[in-house]
């Protein structure tokens, strides 16, 4: 009995090494995977075999960091009891399918959360994996790989999975699209960097290691088809793509502001950012741009110192074969503009006058100088052809200047004002006869640059006097009638010139009568009275006067003073007569004719 154990036991042993030789013998004839490296990495109960493979499709969930996507990466397959339908070929052909199945994704997540990627990323390396095509070694792009795109499903606080986005990206067909940069920025977190996966061959995409949110799924640029994006929420299993081919469409038109001027230099940015004009000086503008013929169009606006606007074309406005022309109005934004006013030492000018002027905004402001010298002026429009203009008194030249560009982001607007040269006049206001004429009010104007302004008002003794007044030729005129009007008084720095002002005032009176030829009264025709004066020194001294003559015809001028005057009178259907006269000498009555 023991001889025949030993016989079945050693039988037993020499049918098992045959049947191993056998095996060996078959597996060297069969068809060799086609993997590059093959290593084992021991794992905590049995090891895992990971295959290689350079240069195929990238599996469908790797959520790398986007610099690691823009090189091909070696794919990664886990080979195993669980995985070995992954490894069979393809029926028809020889090749190992360079993805795993849909029904595979349940068993190879189980797997890669207990993976040692540390061994990997170190076994890889000193096994020399085979560069991949782009000439980056195969070891540095499986780390990436292994440490992003194949990481445990991301969970929450709780400990919870966080469910992925998903979707899938195809072409005008229906077909999928395979190998397809899709990204996903966090749509909450500006700056954020976005995760980047790439699409398997049935043109699906998967994130996994998202947290919970919101986020900008966007596609990559691509020249025949262009960027598509959608925001979505995690957990969201039907972001789908569907890519249509670009044409090309001629874009003309114009840009005016809200008064129909012209804006130069609009940035005009189409579907396609990198393919950006601008308007030229009169507004116009023309550029082809690709779109998706039967999509709709957004075009966006922008220029310095106006709003941003959009325009937008439905897929049935514009065609590829013809021209499309816009017409687009931009409103000007406003903003606020700040500044000082200082001297030729450097202080601050108190209750300045600051004002601009924009005829191309159609706008006027204006604000007066704090005790700092500082000014703000609101709701500015932007317009290239302001002009500014500060008065601080008498004591400072006027500032003026012209054709300025006012806009938005200037920064503080610095002016200085020099001071005025002053000087002063003083004397007496009378009549021709010398006789004082006293409580006359007169208004001195500067006729430099500014306008600067004061009162004299004579007194008792006809008096009067001007002090510290900018140098310089000025000009006085009446408030009220009788109209005075001085013209050409010159006021000299550093001095006060002694200076008398001969007016047509005082006690004298004219009057008479308007007929027409037949002796008839003519009634409502219009009397002017002109007195004028050139003093030696060369100012002139001008005043009007007005009247109307009754239904009797009669007129009637008083308080006047000596001197000649000319008298003129018109009425309608009649031409016009004049009288040069003396009241002090000549009062009338006037007999005064008008002849049809």
Excluded: C
Aim: net charge negative; proline share 6%.
């Amino acid at each position: 009995m023991k001889w025949l154990n030993f016989l079945i036991a050693t039988v037993s042993l020499l049918l098992l090494v045959y049947g191993g030789v056998l095996g060996y013998a078959f597996l060297s004839f069969s068809a060799p995977e086609p993997a590059v490296n093959t290593v084992t990495i021991q794992q905590s109960v049995e090891p895992v075999a990971v295959t290689v493979i350079s240069d195929l499709a990238k599996p469908y969930e790797d959520n790398t960091d986007e610099a690691a996507v823009n090189e091909p990466l070696a794919a990664v397959r886990f080979v195993g009891e669980p995985h070995t339908k992954a490894s069979e070929p393809k029926k028809g052909n020889n090749e190992t399918s360079p993805r795993l199945s849909r029904a595979d994704d349940d068993v190879m997540s189980d797997t890669f959360a207990t993976v040692n990627y540390s061994a990997v990323a170190s076994q890889l390396t000193s096994n020399n994996v085979v560069p991949t095509s782009t000439g980056s070694t195969g070891a540095a792009a499986i780390t990436d790989l292994l440490s992003d795109s194949l990481s445990p499903t991301a969970v929450d606080s709780n400990g919870n999975p966080i469910p992925p986005i998903s979707g899938r990206v195809t072409d005008e067909a229906g077909e999928p699209v395979a190998n397809y940069k899709v990204s996903a920025t966090a749509a909450t977190s500006a700056g954020s960097a976005a995760k980047v996966t790439v699409t398997n061959g049935e043109g699906l995409f998967k994130f996994t290691s998202l947290d919970k949110g919101e986020y900008v799924l966007k596609t990559q640029d691509h020249p025949f088809f262009g960027t598509l994006m959608r925001r979505v929420r995690t957990g969201s299993s039907a972001t789908n793509f569907k890519l249509s081919r670009l044409d090309v469409a001629q874009i003309m038109g114009s840009v005016t502001d809200e008064y129909g001027q012209p804006i130069n230099n609009v940035k005009i940015v189409p579907p396609m950012a990198d393919e950006e004009f601008f308007s030229n000086e009169e507004g116009l503008f023309t550029s082809p741009i690709t779109a998706t013929a039967g999509q709709g169009l957004l075009l966006r606006f922008s220029a310095k110192g106006f709003l941003p606007e959009t325009k937008y074309l439905s897929g049935t406005q514009w065609q590829p074969s013809g021209p499309v022309d816009i017409n687009v109005k931009m409103r000007r934004g406003s903003f606020s503009l700040s500044g000082k006013v200082y001297d030729e030492q450097g202080s601050s000018v108190e209750s300045a006058l600051v004002q601009i002027t924009s005829k191309q905004a159609r706008l006027h402001r204006s604000a007066q100088t704090d005790k700092d010298g500082n000014f703000t002026l609101d709701q500015v429009i932007t317009a290239d052809d302001y002009s500014l203009k500060i008065s601080a008194g008498i004591r400072f030249d006027a500032y003026e200047r012209a054709d300025m560009t006012l806009a938005d982001g200037m920064g503080s607007m610095q002016v200085p004002l020099a001071y005025s040269p002053i000087g002063g006049i003083r004397g007496r206001i009378v009549d021709e006869s010398g006789s004082p004429v006293t409580a006359l009010s007169l208004m001195v104007m500067s006729d430099g640059a500014g306008g600067r302004a004061a009162t004299i008002t004579s007194d008792e003794n006809g008096g009067y006097s001007l002090q510290n007044f900018v140098a310089g030729e000025v000009s006085l005129r009446s408030r009220t009638a009788p109209g005075i009007l001085v013209k050409k008084l010159e006021i000299e720095p550093g001095i006060v010139n002694e200076l008398d002002l001969v007016v047509d005032m005082g006690n004298h009176s004219t009057h008479g009568k308007i007929t027409d030829e037949s002796g008839l009264p003519v009634s409502g025709a219009k009397i002017m009275m002109r007195y004028y004066r050139k003093d030696p020194i060369g100012f002139t001294t001008e005043v009007k006067r007005e009247t109307s003559s009754d239904p009797e015809g009669i007129f009637r001028f008083d308080s006047l003073g000596a001197g000649n005057r000319t008298l003129k009178v018109s009425a309608n259907g009649y031409r016009a007569t004049t009288l040069i006269h003396n009241p002090e000498s000549d009062p009338g009555p006037h007999a005064l004719v008008l002849a049809r």
